[in-house]
């Protein structure tokens, strides 16, 4: 069973949770980079049918990604662990669980965004709806 969250205890941890996905999505496009040119290396010397590799680079690609990824898995799990789901990293965009009218819903919050206003079923992202005051008398039951 997930963690389920009010309004308050989410709002709560918006702090701590703004802080770890800006890290984790500040260091994305430096794995997502780092594994692309190793994979372009390894093309390369097999297009090639081998050839001389630069060590020295190709321990320094390998040492990026393996940092960016070590970092990039610590602020990830870091958010999992607050019972927070992560939606889409690229775009910096959490759900917390909690219920509304018995059933499980998310409160959704995206970066950049002052407090979490939003929730929604599991239609998602495209189907979030303002809290409105049903939704504050009713939900985290």
């Known amino acids: 069973m997930s963690k389920r969250f009010t309004l308050r205890d989410a709002q709560r941890l918006l702090p701590e949770v703004e802080r770890l996905l800006t890290e984790a999505m500040r260091l994305k496009p430096d794995l997502d980079e780092s594994i ?6 390894k093309e390369r010397v097999h297009m090639q049918g081998g ?24 602020a990830v799990e870091e958010i999992l662990e607050l019972g927070v789901q992560i939606k889409d990293i690229d ?23 002052n407090d979490i206003e939003y929730w929604h079923g599991e239609e998602g992202f495209r189907g979030r709806k ?10 985290g039951e």
């Open 36 to 41: 692309a040119a190793v994979k372009q290396m």
């Open 51 to 74: 050839m001389l590799i630069d060590r020295t680079a190709a321990l320094e690609m390998r040492q990026r990604r393996e940092t960016a990824s070590k970092l990039l898995r610590k």
């Open 91 to 113: 775009i910096g965009l959490v759900d917390f669980p909690t219920r509304f009218h018995g059933r499980e819903v998310y409160l959704c919050w995206k970066l950049g965004e």
């Open 130 to 139: 303002p809290i409105d005051r049903d939704f504050l008398d009713n939900h």
